[in-house]
Protein backbone atom coordinates (compact mmCIF):
# COMPACT_ATOMS: atom_id res chain seq x y z
CA UNK A 1 0.00 0.00 0.00
CA UNK A 2 1.31 3.21 -1.17
CA UNK A 3 2.09 5.60 2.55
CA UNK A 4 1.02 9.66 2.20
CA UNK A 5 2.13 12.50 4.09
CA UNK A 6 0.26 15.22 4.34
CA UNK A 7 2.00 19.28 4.83
CA UNK A 8 1.10 22.51 4.32
CA UNK A 9 -1.20 23.12 6.74
CA UNK A 10 -1.70 26.40 8.37
CA UNK A 11 -3.88 29.01 9.70
CA UNK A 12 -4.98 31.95 7.57
CA UNK A 13 -7.32 35.05 7.81
CA UNK A 14 -10.58 34.43 5.92
CA UNK A 15 -9.90 35.57 1.66
CA UNK A 16 -6.51 34.20 1.74
CA UNK A 17 -5.18 31.16 0.48
CA UNK A 18 -2.89 27.85 1.11
CA UNK A 19 -1.89 24.98 -0.76
CA UNK A 20 -1.81 21.72 0.61
CA UNK A 21 0.61 18.84 -0.78
CA UNK A 22 0.59 15.03 -0.60
CA UNK A 23 3.68 12.73 -0.93
CA UNK A 24 3.42 9.67 -1.68
CA UNK A 25 5.91 6.79 -1.13
CA UNK A 26 5.66 2.73 -1.21
CA UNK A 27 3.82 2.35 -4.25
CA UNK A 28 3.08 3.19 -8.56
CA UNK A 29 1.66 6.38 -7.89
CA UNK A 30 0.43 6.92 -11.09
CA UNK A 31 -1.81 3.79 -10.55
CA UNK A 32 -3.76 5.46 -7.82
CA UNK A 33 -6.57 8.17 -8.10
CA UNK A 34 -6.26 10.31 -4.94
CA UNK A 35 -8.43 12.45 -3.31
CA UNK A 36 -8.56 15.34 -0.52
CA UNK A 37 -11.12 15.00 2.20
CA UNK A 38 -11.54 17.28 5.42
CA UNK A 39 -13.10 16.73 8.62
CA UNK A 40 -13.97 19.90 10.71
CA UNK A 41 -14.85 19.15 14.61
CA UNK A 42 -18.00 17.21 15.07
CA UNK A 43 -18.80 16.58 11.42
CA UNK A 44 -18.27 13.75 9.20
CA UNK A 45 -15.54 13.23 6.89
CA UNK A 46 -16.28 14.91 3.29
CA UNK A 47 -15.14 15.26 0.07
CA UNK A 48 -13.28 18.10 -1.02
CA UNK A 49 -11.52 16.96 -4.16
CA UNK A 50 -10.14 13.89 -6.35
CA UNK A 51 -8.48 13.64 -9.39
CA UNK A 52 -8.17 10.35 -11.82
CA UNK A 53 -5.13 8.42 -12.22
CA UNK A 54 -3.30 10.55 -14.90
CA UNK A 55 -5.09 13.66 -13.71
CA UNK A 56 -6.96 13.88 -16.82
CA UNK A 57 -10.10 13.92 -14.45
CA UNK A 58 -10.54 16.60 -11.95
CA UNK A 59 -13.86 16.55 -9.10
CA UNK A 60 -15.04 18.84 -6.68
CA UNK A 61 -17.17 19.30 -3.73
CA UNK A 62 -20.06 21.89 -4.49
CA UNK A 63 -18.57 24.17 -1.49
CA UNK A 64 -14.95 24.43 -2.77
CA UNK A 65 -15.75 24.83 -6.88
CA UNK A 66 -14.42 27.38 -8.26
CA UNK A 67 -12.13 28.03 -5.37
CA UNK A 68 -10.07 24.70 -4.87
CA UNK A 69 -7.92 23.32 -7.89
CA UNK A 70 -6.60 19.85 -7.15
CA UNK A 71 -3.33 18.44 -9.80
CA UNK A 72 -0.90 15.92 -9.26
CA UNK A 73 2.68 15.44 -10.77
CA UNK A 74 3.06 11.48 -11.12
CA UNK A 75 7.10 12.08 -11.90
CA UNK A 76 7.30 13.62 -8.13
CA UNK A 77 4.87 11.60 -6.72
CA UNK A 78 2.91 14.44 -5.05
CA UNK A 79 -0.64 15.61 -5.63
CA UNK A 80 -1.76 19.44 -4.21
CA UNK A 81 -4.54 21.32 -4.09
CA UNK A 82 -4.80 25.35 -4.18
CA UNK A 83 -7.25 26.51 -2.12
CA UNK A 84 -8.29 29.95 -2.73
CA UNK A 85 -10.62 33.15 -1.32
CA UNK A 86 -11.20 30.68 1.82
CA UNK A 87 -13.45 30.85 4.38
CA UNK A 88 -14.04 30.02 7.76
CA UNK A 89 -15.98 26.96 7.27
CA UNK A 90 -13.35 25.39 5.63
CA UNK A 91 -11.88 24.74 9.13
CA UNK A 92 -10.90 21.23 9.31
CA UNK A 93 -8.20 18.57 9.13
CA UNK A 94 -7.37 17.84 5.46
CA UNK A 95 -6.82 14.28 4.73
CA UNK A 96 -5.52 12.85 1.15
CA UNK A 97 -6.26 9.42 0.24
CA UNK A 98 -5.75 7.20 -2.35
CA UNK A 99 -6.79 4.30 -4.40
CA UNK A 100 -5.84 2.02 -7.20
CA UNK A 101 -8.77 2.55 -9.27
CA UNK A 102 -9.31 0.56 -12.33
CA UNK A 103 -10.79 3.35 -14.02
CA UNK A 104 -9.72 6.88 -15.13
CA UNK A 105 -12.06 8.89 -12.76
CA UNK A 106 -11.90 10.45 -9.23
CA UNK A 107 -13.63 8.86 -6.26
CA UNK A 108 -15.63 11.00 -3.78
CA UNK A 109 -17.08 8.32 -1.70
CA UNK A 110 -14.63 7.60 1.11
CA UNK A 111 -14.99 3.90 1.55
CA UNK A 112 -13.75 3.14 -1.67
CA UNK A 113 -10.06 4.58 -0.63
CA UNK A 114 -7.54 2.41 0.70
CA UNK A 115 -5.21 4.95 1.88
CA UNK A 116 -4.74 7.57 3.82
CA UNK A 117 -2.30 10.35 5.12
CA UNK A 118 -2.52 11.48 8.68
CA UNK A 119 -3.91 14.82 7.94
CA UNK A 120 -2.99 18.27 8.18
CA UNK A 121 -4.83 20.85 9.71
CA UNK A 122 -6.58 24.15 8.01
CA UNK A 123 -7.61 27.08 10.08
CA UNK A 124 -9.22 29.92 8.84
CA UNK A 125 -10.23 32.68 10.70
CA UNK A 126 -12.65 35.48 10.24
Known amino acids: QVQLVESGGGSVQAGGSLRLSCAASGGTFSSYAMGWFRQAPGKEREFVAG????????GYADSVKGRFTISRDNAKNTMSVEMMRLKPEDTAVYYC???????????????????WGQGTQVTVSS
Open 51 to 58: ISKSGRNT
Open 97 to 115: AAVSGRYESYYPRSNDYES
